[in-house]
Every structure is written in structure tokens, then in C-alpha cells.
């Protein structure tokens, strides 16, 4: 097994069936010997800092109805909001204060937000803030509309695949969603130019060492700048609810299995992985991530965000929570920084 990452570390590459060995043979040891791997790919790239991200949720409605997540349209049970531009020019310049050089916008699938309002307040932000990277994290839009957001401005796009099985992105989603739509998305993502993020998360229903090695495979194919990773947590008002979270243990180990996969990526260190356990995003950050995304949208709204039951920092202000943020960082040996923070290897010049 150490063989196997070894073969990884050295070459950034396995087949199906040696990611599917590795995850499903995996121990503690195995973990370790991973992580000491991974820490140092990570650190070679970015030494010791840690990127931080401002997450503005600007709209909990959404016209779909993923089983897993807390703001489906069918749960009748939440309080439902949309920010306006002033409210989220109002967190930007919050967030800029606090040193935040990168903004994303992340919401439900809102059909209100039209392209034409989408586009004014991308061009706003990047007027008020040209030195700011945007980042757009609003789901799956046709190629016009996503040529019309970068037109506009926006630099990066952050979506999810989920999971790279077909049948199992069908136990995750109602007929209506298709993983061809959502690779479709991914695709033409990049070729506009955005910075493209991706990722899924573990230990949702129906996932095996088999769709995790897939999910592997389809990341090294993507080459994406950005990964995003966090357990699955169940959420009490969908048809999930009874369904087990997913664990610490096995997140930690993809995150190590990403940074050696993809050395440059852009790794957040999730909120998803500090709700199951209080010190999640420094082991985050100890395995290999290191991008951080605090929440920078008005404490108001935060708690009618719930993707998930339990999610953490939805009582704090902005302010305190980066500076809870840079002592659970520093406590770890790492650095927030403030800049842009781009991928390592991104060529300046494409924007
Ligand atoms: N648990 C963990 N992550 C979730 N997401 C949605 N619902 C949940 C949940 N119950 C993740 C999805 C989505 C991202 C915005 O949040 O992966 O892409
Ligand atoms: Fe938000 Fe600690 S990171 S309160």
C-alpha cells in the first residue's frame, strides 16, 4: 500500500483500480504516511500560507431538489432570503476591510437572480474592487450565461461534480439533474477561461471506494484549479435524514489523495469538515489543504443557510470569526494571508 503512494507522490497519477485499493485499504498508518506526503507536496507549492476566501450567500432559494441538501426547494421549512446589491456591496466592503482579496458569490439556483441583475453585480464588485478575484458559485447556467458572467468580470467558477458515477449521481439527485449536464458545465467552464473548481462530497449515501476512485480519475481528466471536499451531514428536513454522515477519517484521507494528485490545487479546508469535529480544518490544513472560506454574509441570514444540520460559525460576526480563524491556522503552524491568492501555476496573463 505505501508502494501505491508512493507510485503517487512520484508520478501525480493512479489507475482505477490502485485509488480503489488505496481507499479501501486504508489505516491509520497508511493516513499518516499520506499526510506526511501531502503536507510537504502542499508546502513546497505554497509554503505556509493559507488563502482565505470571502463566502457571501447571497440567496437560499433554489428550483432544485437535491436529496441531500437542507435548502432543496421541497423543504417547506425554511426561512427563505435574498440579499440585495447594496446588502452584498455592504459585505464586500466589510470583507475588504477585514483584508479578504477574494469574494464568492454562492447561492441556490434562483431564477430572480437573471443574468442581466447577475451581470450588474459582478461589474459592480470588480469596478469597486479590481484588485479582488470574484468567484461565482450559482450552479449550472447555460455557456451564454456563463460567458456573459466572465464577460462581466468574474474570474472563477466554483461546481461541485458531486460524484463522478453515473448511477450514483442518480441516487443524489432527482431525473431532472444529470451528471452530463453537470460535466457539460465543467467543461465549458474552462474553456471560457474561468478558474474552475470542483470536488464532492464523502461519505454521501450510495458512495464506495469505487465512486471515490472514479471521483479521482475524473479530477486528474478536469485538472481543475480548485477542489473542494467536506463530509456529507445529514440534514434533518430531507429524504436523507436518516442517512449517516460521513467521517473525519476518510475526508482527511481524500484531501491527502487530492494534494498529491493535483499538487497546485486550491484546497479549502471546509466548514462541512469543522461541523464533525472541532478541530476538522486544522487536520484539514495538517493533510494538506490550504484555502479557508468564512462565511462573510450578514449574521441575519446565516443560520437560513443550512445546507446541513449543525453548521458552524453561523452566530459570529465576520470579524470574529477570522479571528478565531487565524489562531486555529497559526495553532497548526500555518499563515492566513491576504492575498488573491491565485493557483500557483495559473498564467497571469489569460486575465
Ligand atoms: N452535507 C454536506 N455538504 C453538502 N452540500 C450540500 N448539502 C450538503 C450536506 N447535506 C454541499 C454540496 C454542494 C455544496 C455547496 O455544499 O456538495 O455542492
Ligand atoms: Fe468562524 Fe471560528 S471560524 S467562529
Do not use: W
Not at 61 to 77: A, M, P, T, V
Not at 148 to 171: I, N, P, Q, S, W
Not at 242 to 271: H, N, Q, V
Amino acid at each position: 500500500m505505501k508502494r501505491l503512494i508512493d507510485k503517487l507522490y512520484e508520478t501525480q497519477s493512479l489507475d482505477i483500480s490502485e485509488y480503489r485499493e488505496l481507499i479501501s485499504g486504508r489505516n491509520d498508518e497508511l493516513s499518516d504516511y499520506l499526510f506526511s506526503l501531502s503536507r510537504e507536496v502542499r508546502e513546497k507549492y505554497y509554503g505556509k500560507s493559507v488563502y482565505i476566501r470571502g463566502l457571501i450567500e447571497y440567496t437560499n432559494y433554489c428550483k432544485n431538489d437535491c436529496y441531500y441538501c437542507g435548502i432543496r426547494r421541497s423543504n417547506k421549512n425554511v426561512s427563505r432570503y435574498r440579499l440585495d446589491k447594496n446588502d452584498i456591496m455592504s459585505c464586500c466592503k466589510e470583507g475588504y476591510e477585514l483584508g479578504f482579496r477574494t469574494f464568492v458569490l454562492q447561492g441556490g439556483e434562483d431564477p430572480y437572480f437573471t443574468d442581466e441583475r447577475m451581470c450588474g453585480i459582478i461589474s459592480d464588485i470588480k469596478n469597486n474592487y479590481p484588485d479582488c478575484a470574484l468567484t461565482l458559485s450559482i450552479g449550472e447556467k447555460s455557456r451564454e450565461s456563463y460567458k456573459a458572467f466572465f464577460d462581466a468580470g468574474a474570474d472563477r467558477y466554483l461546481l461541485r461534480h458531486e460524484t463522478a458515477d453515473c448511477v450514483h449521481y442518480g441516487k443524489l439527485h432527482p431525473q431532472e439533474l444529470s451528471p452530463e449536464n453537470r460535466k457539460r458545465c465543467l467543461y465549458d467552464l474552462k474553456e471560457i477561461g474561468y478558474q474552475v473548481g470542483t470536488g464532492f462530497m464523502v461519505g454521501s449515501p450510495f458512495q464506495s471506494a469505487e465512486t471515490l476512485a472514479k471521483d479521482m480519475i475524473f479530477l486528474k481528466e478536469l485538472q481543475p484549479s480548485m477542489v473542494g471536499i467536506g463530509p456529507f451531514i445529514s440534514h434533518k428536513d430531507t429524504p436523507f435524514a436518516d442517512k449517516p454522515s460521513g467521517t473525519l477519517e476518510l475526508t482527511l484521507f481524500m484531501l491527502g489523495l487530492i494534494r498529491l494528485t493535483l499538487p497546485y490545487a486550491l484546497i479549502p479546508s471546509t466548514t462541512a469538515l469543522g461541523t464533525i469535529a472541532p478541530n476538522g480544518r486544522e487536520l484539514g490544513l495538517k493533510a494538506g489543504a490550504n484555502v479557508i472560506m468564512p462565511n462573510l454574509s450578514p449574521v441575519e441570514v446565516r443560520k437560513k443557510y443550512m445546507l446541513y444540520d449543525n453548521k458552524i460559525c453561523t452566530g459570529e460576526e465576520s470579524a470574529q470569526c477570522i479571528e478565531c480563524l487565524k489562531n486555529r491556522v497559526s495553532s497548526v503552524g500555518y499563515e492566513i494571508v491576504t492575498a488573491r491568492g491565485d493557483a500557483a501555476n495559473y498564467i497571469k496573463n489569460q486575465r
